[in-house]
């Protein structure tokens, strides 16, 4: 078994999932109704100003992220396996300064987000590899 059978399911498994909880939070944006939240956070970091680009939410950002790494999940060829590296790593990137809001200037985590956040993480070391391992 050839790691890429390994890894094209794993990144879809997880992209499926990312894009659950995003299509979850997007919904509850255009609802105006606060998440279902373990840790008290969610609905203050939902509501921050941090939550939309413009009028765009996060949230529906991160679901097309997931819905097109899902679709280069699908896919072998090297042009397609570069796009979702670098929807991945833009995401990661992103997540990463998402959380450092969440922690030093909202002083709210919302579990969602982080579980999202750690999924793309996630998949851009999963699209990394998958790159490396494509490559002769």
């Known amino acids: 078994m050839t790691l890429d059978r390994v890894l094209q399911p794993a ?3 997880l992209a499926a999932v990312g894009a659950g909880i ?23 970091v939902q509501r921050s100003d941090w ?9 529906l950002l991160g679901l097309l992220a997931f819905a097109a790494l899902f679709a280069s999940a699908l896919r072998r060829d090297r042009v397609v396996l570069l796009g979702g590296y670098g929807v991945a790593l833009a ?4 997540a990463v300064y998402l959380i450092a809001v969440q922690v030093t200037v909202l002083h709210a985590v ?3 987000c982080v ?3 750690s999924i793309i993480v996630l998949l851009a070391g999963l699209t990394a590899a ?4 494509q490559t002769p």
């Open 22 to 44: 995003a299509a979850y939070l997007t919904a509850t944006h255009f609802a105006h109704t606060a998440p279902v939240c373990t840790g008290g956070g969610c609905e203050l």
């Open 130 to 133: 998958r790159i490396v391992r």
């Open 110 to 112: 919302c579990t969602w």
């Open 11 to 13: 990144i879809a498994a």
């Open 115 to 117: 579980a999202s956040d």
């Open 51 to 59: 939550a939309t680009l413009g009028s765009v939410p996060v949230a």
């Open 91 to 94: 995401g990661a990137v992103f």
